[in-house]
C-alpha cells in the first residue's frame, strides 16, 4: 500500500488583492499540506503544479518555501513535482533548484518509485506544442502506476487536453492521473483512470466559492475507491476566509440596507466581496469597502452589479448597432485572443466591474499559447480560430517560431509591450502595492514568459 497527499495550485508569492496578508496566506496553505503530510505520515506529497503564482518568486517566497519543504525532508517525505504554468521559465525550473538542494523530485518520463507505486511526470505544454509529444514513459515494475500533470484535462472545466488520447497514448498503464491546474477540486474515471484534481489550496479568484483541501490517495489492493486499486479522499484545509455578500436591493434602498447585510456575517480577519444587484438608490463602494474593513475584515470589494443591467434596459431594439459591430470586428481579423476580449468587453451579460477580471481570466487561459494572439489573415480567420485553432493547433502547425514571420510588425510590438508590462508588475507592482489596473492582470498571468518566446 503506498498513501500520498496530492496537492497543486499552490500559488506561493501571490498578493491577491495587492496585500502582503495574502501572499503569506498562501505560503501558510502549503506549510498546512505538509504539516498534514508530516503528521499524517504519509508516503510522498504529490505537487501537480503552480507551486509558486510567478516564474519570479520573490526572496522571501523561496526562503519559505525552502523552509516548508525542508521540514517534509526532515520527516523523510519525498516531494515530487511537476511544473506548472504560472511558475514555467525558459531557462530552467525552480524546481530544479529544490530538486538539487536534495528537497524535491522533478516527476518526468523515468518512473520515481515510492512504496509499491510508480509515479511520472508531464510538466504543462501550451497547446500549441501538444502535438509533439510523443507521451513516451520508461517502463516500472511497480504494482501501481500514477501520472502526475499540470493542464485543463477532460473531463472537467475548461478542458483543452484529451485525457482519453493521453491514456490511449502512454505506453505506461496509468491507475490515476494526479492533476494540478483547475482550481476546482473533481475525480471522475476515464477508461479505468481515475482522473482527479484537489483544487488550489488558498481561492486565488472570487470564483473559487466552495472551501480548499488536497488529496490523499493510497494505492492498495483493498481500497475502497470503487475499482480496489485507487482510494481519493478529499481533506479540508483551513484557509482565510471568505464571505460572500449577495444584496439585492429593493427601490427605495441604499447603502444603509448593504450596512446591514454586511453586519450580519462574521467579517473577522475575511475577505468580503459584496456583490449589489436589484434597484433602489446609488451606493458607494469605497464607503461600504470602508465600513467593512473597520468592521474586522481583512478585505472588502464591492461589485454593483446594476449599472450594466440598467444599460441593459436602456438598449430598445433597433437590432442593427450590434450587428454592425459584429460584422466590422470580423473584418478586423483580429486574434483568436482579441475576440475574445472584446467579446468580454462588450457582452450585455457582464456588469462593467466584472470586465476586468473576466478580460483577465480569458488572456490568462490564452496566454501560453502565442498563436492565440497571431493576427489572422484577411479572410478565413473565423472558421480556423472558432474551430478550436487553439485545441487542435489549427493555425499553430506551422510552430511558434515561425508563425510570426508573415505579420512581424504588428505581432512583435503587441508581444513586447505584453512582455514588458509582465516584468515591471514582477518588479514594482507586487512590492508597492499601487494602482490595479493592467499591471494585476500582468502580475497574475505574468509568468507565461511571452519574452522567452522571442
Ligand atoms: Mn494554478
Redesign the pocket.
Known amino acids: 500500500m503506498t498513501r500520498v497527499i496530492h496537492t497543486g495550485?499552490t500559488?506561493i508569492g501571490y498578493a491577491q488583492y495587492h496585500s502582503p496578508v495574502r501572499r503569506q496566506d498562501f505560503l501558510d496553505a502549503f506549510a498546512a499540506v505538509v504539516d498534514d503530510a508530516v503528521d499524517g505520515d504519509v508516503d510522498a506529497v504529490v505537487h501537480a503544479g503552480?507551486l509558486f503564482h510567478d516564474r519570479r518568486p520573490e526572496l522571501a517566497d523561496l526562503m519559505g518555501t525552502i523552509s516548508v519543504l525542508r521540514r517534509l525532508d526532515d520527516a523523510g517525505v519525498p516531494f515530487l513535482a511537476v511544473v506548472?504554468n504560472?511558475e514555467s521559465t525558459r531557462g530552467g525550473q525552480w524546481l530544479d533548484l529544490f530538486e538539487r538542494l536534495g528537497l524535491a523530485t522533478r516527476l518526468g518520463d523515468e518512473p520515481t518509485v515510492v512504496g509499491d507505486a510508480a509515479f511520472y511526470g508531464l510538466d504543462h505544454v501550451p497547446v500549441s506544442r501538444r502535438d509533439d509529444l510523443d507521451y513516451a514513459f520508461a517502463a516500472h515494475d511497480a504494482d501501481y502506476a500514477a501520472l502526475v500533470a499540470h493542464g485543463l484535462f477532460e473531463p472537467f472545466g475548461y478542458a483543452d487536453w484529451d485525457t482519453e488520447a493521453v491514456l490511449a497514448e502512454s505506453d505506461v498503464d496509468f491507475d490515476a492521473m494526479l492533476l494540478?491546474?483547475n482550481?476546482t477540486p473533481g475525480v471522475a474515471e476515464v477508461n479505468d483512470t481515475w482522473v482527479t484534481y484537489p483544487g488550489?489550496t488558498e481561492r486565488?479568484s472570487a470564483s473559487e466559492t466552495e472551501g480548499r483541501g488536497y488529496n490523499l490517495v493510497t494505492f492498495d489492493a483493498d481500497a475502497a475507491g470503487g475499482d480496489d486499486r485507487v482510494e481519493i479522499r478529499r481533506r479540508a484545509l483551513d484557509t482565510r476566509p471568505f464571505v460572500f455578500v449577495e444584496v439585492e436591493l429593493r427601490e427605495g434602498e441604499g447603502a444603509a440596507r448593504v450596512r446591514e447585510r454586511v453586519r450580519q456575517h462574521d467579517l473577522d480577519d475575511a475577505v468580503v466581496l459584496v456583490s449589489v444587484t436589484g434597484d433602489g438608490d446609488p451606493v458607494t463602494p469605497a464607503a461600504i469597502e470602508e465600513f467593512a474593513t473597520e468592521a474586522g475584515a481583512l478585505i472588502a470589494r464591492v461589485t454593483d452589479r446594476r449599472e450594466v443591467e440598467t444599460d441593459a434596459e436602456v438598449d430598445v431594439s433597433f437590432a442593427d448597432p450590434e450587428d454592425a459591430v459584429r460584422e466590422r470586428i470580423e473584418e478586423m481579423s483580429l486574434s483568436e485572443a482579441a475576440r475574445d476580449v472584446d467579446e468580454a468587453v462588450r457582452a450585455e451579460t457582464l456588469p462593467d466591474s466584472n470586465v476586468r477580471e473576466t478580460v483577465k481570466g480569458r488572456v490568462e487561459e490564452r496566454i501560453d499559447d502565442l498563436d492565440a494572439f497571431d493576427r489572422g489573415g484577411a479572410g478565413g480567420r473565423g472558421e480556423e480560430s472558432d474551430a478550436g485553432g487553439d485545441s487542435e493547433g489549427g493555425d499553430g502547425d506551422a510552430g511558434d517560431d515561425e508563425t510570426d514571420g508573415d505579420e512581424d510588425t504588428a505581432d512583435d510590438e503587441v508581444i513586447d509591450d505584453d512582455a514588458d508590462e509582465t516584468d515591471d508588475e514582477a518588479v514594482d507592482g507586487d512590492t508597492n502595492a499601487d494602482d490595479e489596473p493592467t499591471p494585476e492582470t500582468s502580475a497574475t498571468d505574468g509568468q507565461v514568459s511571452m519574452e522567452d518566446y522571442l
Open positions: 495550485d500559488h503552480d506548472g504560472h494540478g491546474d482550481h488550489s486565488a
